[in-house]
């Protein structure tokens, strides 16, 4: 039923993350899917502030995202979640629409998002269509004006679970964590390393946190669990830099 689907990076909350080229995708899009979280009311408000900003006047079709089943192991469970949520979008029209049908990604499409990977799951396969955003690493790099990387110095990017299940990754002086709920820096030897912390970056609740792991660690657990509890949600990320 969706013959063209454009998944349009928005950035990590604030309307002017979103790019010349995503706003007119907005503009030019016939319906807009919007998730719908429990308890997390403040996204979908998030969402309509970028669509009212960029001037759309799509038809918005609203669905309910689905929660993943935690007794499942967790391969499992992630696929589950993504048939959920592909079989959803489809639902959501009672008639095929009469244009492209976007989806408003925090973030980038590309990076630690499986938008792309739910839109495979769809039959028949609509056209994609890709259009970049401000990711989470660009946001954080810019609000401590820090560069990524060191000086020929290479970066990982990397989740938390695999922070914590495989460490320190071999050969890297800069890591970007990212879908850390535990804050899985506290694993690590804090020895000579320091941390940016992000959290709602570049909206109006923006917080930063940076400096010796030894010394902020416990700061940055007591103001994301503060601003959770404040919020109902919270979207953080870290780099970590060892010292030479």
Not at 18 to 23: P, Q, R
Not at 87 to 101: I, L, M
Not at 112 to 131: F, G, K, M, Q
Not at 175 to 200: N, Q
């Amino acid at each position: 039923m969706i013959r063209d689907l454009w998944l349009i990076g928005i950035g990590t909350g604030s309307p002017r993350h979103v790019t010349l080229e995503g706003a007119q995708a907005l503009r030019d899009a016939a319906a807009i899917l919007l998730p719908l979280k429990a308890g997390k009311d403040d996204l979908a408000h998030l969402r309509r502030r970028i669509l009212d900003a960029s001037g759309s006047t799509a038809r918005i079709v609203p669905f309910d995202y689905p929660v993943r089943d935690e007794s499942l192991p967790y391969q499992d469970r992630v696929a589950a979640w993504h048939d959920e949520i592909a079989r959803r979008w489809q639902a959501a029209f009672d008639a095929p629409p009469d244009g492209p049908v976007a989806l408003l990604v925090w973030g980038d499409p590309s990076l630690y998002d499986s938008t792309l990977r739910i839109a495979e799951r769809l039959e028949p396969r609509p056209r994609v269509r890709v259009v970049p955003g401000i990711t989470a690493i660009q946001a954080l790099t810019a609000a401590h004006a820090i560069p990524l990387n060191t000086v020929n110095g290479p970066v990982t990017i990397t989740t938390g679970r695999r922070l914590h299940d495989e460490g320190w990754p071999p050969g890297a002086d800069t890591i970007v964590v990212m879908l850390d709920a535990e804050c899985r820096f506290r694993d690590l030897d804090p020895a000579g390393l320091h941390i940016w912390w992000g959290a709602y970056l570049g909206s109006e609740d923006q917080i930063l946190r940076s400096g010796p792991v030894a010394e902020t660690a416990d700061d940055i657990l007591a103001t994301r669990q503060a601003a959770r509890e404040r919020h109902g949600w919270i979207m953080d990320t870290y780099l970590l830099r060892r010292a030479p």
